[in-house]
Nanobody, 115 residues
Framework: QVQLVESGGGLVQPGGSLRLSCAASGSIFGIYDMGWYRQAPGKPRELVARITARGSPTYDDSVKDRFTISRDNGKNTEYLQMSSLKPEDTAVYYC?????????WGQGTQVTVSS
């Protein structure tokens, strides 16, 4: 059984920063892609960023140059450093990990950007 546990969400003012973490545990023999989606109220879930096993990142245009995705393969953990946050970044953020051809998901963490 594989579990992904997220942490790091919260309330931040516009222009502020937050770092999300997502740790995978359980029967893991190798993690391929990892990444983050987000879902705002009334909107579909959208891909924010993803990173390959070799560390190659891609970003949605809306977060490029503001968010940085990274991973520590030794700890089976990924991170999302979010800077210059905007109110439109408010959403529930979900991490995922592709393990043995199956996507596993975190429970979601709320990020609220508001003054």
């Amino acid at each position: 059984q594989v579990q992904l546990v997220e942490s790091g969400g919260g309330l931040v003012q516009p222009g502020g920063s937050l770092r999300l973490s997502c740790a995978a545990s359980g029967s893991i023999f190798g993690i391929y892609d990892m990444g983050w989606y987000r879902q705002a109220p009334g909107k579909p879930r959208e891909l924010v960023a993803r990173i390959t096993a070799r560390g190659s990142p891609t970003y949605d245009d809306s977060v490029k140059d503001r968010f940085t995705i990274s991973r520590d393969n030794g700890k089976n953990t990924e991170y999302l450093q979010m800077s210059s946050l905007k109110p439109e970044d408010t959403a529930v953020y979900y991490c995922y990990a592709l393990i043995a051809r199956r996507n596993y998901w975190g429970q979601g963490t709320q990020v609220t950007v508001s003054s």
